[in-house]
């Protein structure tokens, strides 16, 4: 089962990323086969619709999980369309964010936490 996180960097030591559309990688882990690959998120450098295109990425690329701190309408709308559980109140390193998951301490999101988009690309 590949579970995807938010991350500033390519790897288990990167920081998460609490911003979903918006975040400059998914790191996806897959604990049944232990590996560990990335992806650069198209969307957050996207002009508009950085969500939707988060979004589809993740979905194309297997995941079942995404661990993240805040996930809009639009987006939230796809992720439950594709069948992938969304986990909020990710924190420190994504290596501490896994272990949070999977000793069931990550609340699971059952609508959108944050409105419809900032439009603003964080630095």
Do not use: W
């Amino acid at each position: 089962m590949k579970i995807c996180i938010s991350a500033c960097g390519k790897d288990l030591d990167s920081e998460v990323d609490p911003q979903f559309g918006r975040c400059n990688f998914f790191v996806i882990i897959d604990p049944d086969i232990e590996s560990v690959a990335s992806i650069k998120n198209p969307g957050s450098e996207a002009s508009g619709g950085a969500g939707i295109r988060a979004a589809e990425t993740i979905a194309r690329a297997g995941v079942k999980t995404l661990l993240t701190g805040s996930v809009g309408p639009n987006s939230f709308s796809i992720l439950s369309e594709a069948g992938i559980e969304t986990c909020s109140g990710i924190k420190g390193t994504v290596a501490f964010a896994l272990r949070e998951y999977q000793t069931g301490k990550l609340a699971v999101l059952e609508s959108p936490n944050a409105s419809t988009h900032s439009g603003i690309k964080k630095s």
